[in-house]
């Protein structure tokens, strides 16, 4: 029986990169395949829910990200609102990959569980360590991939030039004395350590435009997992008035944390004759701060898909599983990013005319500064509040008067329509592991 072992991205705390896992391992599973994931934290227990069996890495997580809160609330005391950076190597510096003891410590973990599952391929999503696994375990790599982070072609910052005083870390230093050790070859960029055998771009050329004649890469659209009560509204969302356009507001947890962004939300859309269903994502809401308002709900739990197609507007912080999600059903969205990667999806969906992006304006961010093993590295910040009411306000009344907005969206919809999702990655793997 072929063995599928997936090793998602989850140190960023977002579901969307385990749940495009979920969704290939699911169709694997029902063709008869075995699957396991590797990863701990928040999401096991959601994966293990499904039936899927969650192998925990063993490996203490040895972080940067204490250090590295504290170099973003420097000067302010508070978080920042949006990060400006420019490449994948802030998310090593992210998920604690900070030296090359730390990487080989997690090469070994990892491999380890590789021995014990004794899978037939293994499929990641934006986990750094997986072409490294793979190539040591002698197995194929395939990578569920956005086109900014292919290694062929990578390019964050798509809509305008870097700017200059943004500089990565620079993560050879860390990871090719590792790369070395092991007889592999070293590393230029830290999209390189993206390499396999099969590339699976989970969204369509529209909004994630790649260059032609790219080996073993295919777009496959949506990946979506096998979840039927995703599209059914409980009984608690069956009083949501019909008369009124209803905007759905899922942005996040840190943004569900944020006093400032709730206060925003709620001066800007209050009194504007829709309804607003907000996500809070298991996050309490400070009523003191609110004073009732009958249009707009909080909930601790939404059916995401569910209130996607039931919505005329989202309002969403630009993670790709969410843009996906608003293409599959055609409605068009508001983005509001807090940070580099999240800017770049809302941005190919406002050139494709299906939605408004809201990003601060350059000259309100600040420089700050780090260093970590690699060397100095830089990247920019805003801490103030951000959109004004005023700006958010003026979206969602653009997005519910204009119709090219939901035309365009249904546009995207029907090209999205047009690819296989879980089905066609699983003809692919199969076709890339002989068996």
């Not at 896992?21 to 396991?36: F, Y």
């Not at 360590?129 to 290694?151: D, E, F, K, M, Y």
């Not at 050790?181 to 390189?192: K, Q, T, Y």
Request: hydrophobic share 45%; charged share 20%.
């Amino acid at each position: 029986m072929p063995r599928a072992l997936f090793f998602p991205s989850y140190q960023g705390g977002g579901f969307g990169r385990t749940a495009d896992c979920l969704a290939v391992a699911q169709e694997l599973v029902r063709r008869g395949w075995q699957t396991a994931f590797v990863l701990d934290g928040q999401h096991s227990s959601r994966v293990r829910a499904t039936g899927q069996l969650v192998l925990d890495p063993h490996c203490p997580l040895t972080t940067v990200l204490g250090r590295l809160a504290g170099l973003l609330r420097r000067g302010s005391g508070r978080a920042p609102v949006y990060l400006l950076f420019t490449d994948m190597s802030f998310q090593i510096v992210r998920d604690g990959l900070n030296s090359p003891r730390v990487v080989r410590q997690r090469v070994e973990a990892e491999l380890a569980r590789v021995r014990q599952f004794r899978p037939t391929v293994l499929i990641g999503q934006g986990w750094p360590l997986l072409s490294i696994v793979g190539r040591l375990a002698g197995l194929p790599v395939v990578q569920i991939i956005q086109a900014v982070t292919h290694p062929a072609a990578p390019r964050l910052v798509w809509w305008q030039d870097p700017p200059e005083n943004v500089i990565g870390p620079d993560v050879r230093p860390v990871f090719n004395p590792v790369l070395g050790d092991l007889g592999l070859p070293p590393i230029r960029l830290a999209e390189d350590l993206l390499a396999g055998d099969l590339f699976l771009v989970h969204s369509i050329p529209e909004l994630d435009p790649l260059p032609g004649g790219l080996a073993n890469t295919h777009y496959v659209g949506a990946l979506v997992r096998q979840d039927p009560e995703a599209m059914r509204l409980p009984a608690r969302f069956g009083d949501l008035p019909c008369d009124h356009p209803l905007i759905y507001v899922t942005v996040g947890g840190g943004a569900m944390g944020n006093r400032q962004f709730l206060e925003t939300l709620y001066a800007a859309l209050a009194g504007m004759r829709i309804t607003v269903v907000v996500s809070t994502t298991q996050r309490p809401v400070p009523k003191a701060i609110l004073p009732p308002q009958p249009d707009i709900r909080y909930y601790h739990w939404v059916p995401g898909p569910a209130m996607i197609a039931r919505s005329q507007c989202v309002i969403f912080h630009g993670g790709h599983s969410t843009m996906v999600e608003t293409v599959r059903y055609g409605i068009p969205s508001i983005v509001v990013p807090f940070h580099t990667e999240q800017e770049a999806n809302g941005r190919r969906l406002a050139a494709a005319g299906a939605a408004r992006v809201l990003v601060p304006d350059p000259s309100t961010l600040r420089m700050v500064r780090g260093r970590w093993p690699g060397g100095e590295f830089s990247f920019m910040a805003r801490y103030d509040p951000f959109p004004s009411a005023v700006q958010l306000r003026e979206a969602v009344t653009e997005i519910l008067r204009e119709p090219s907005y939901l035309i365009h969206a249904r546009c995207l919809q029907e090209r999205m329509a047009g690819y296989g999702g879980p089905s066609q990655a699983a003809d692919l793997v199969e076709d890339l592991v002989v068996f």
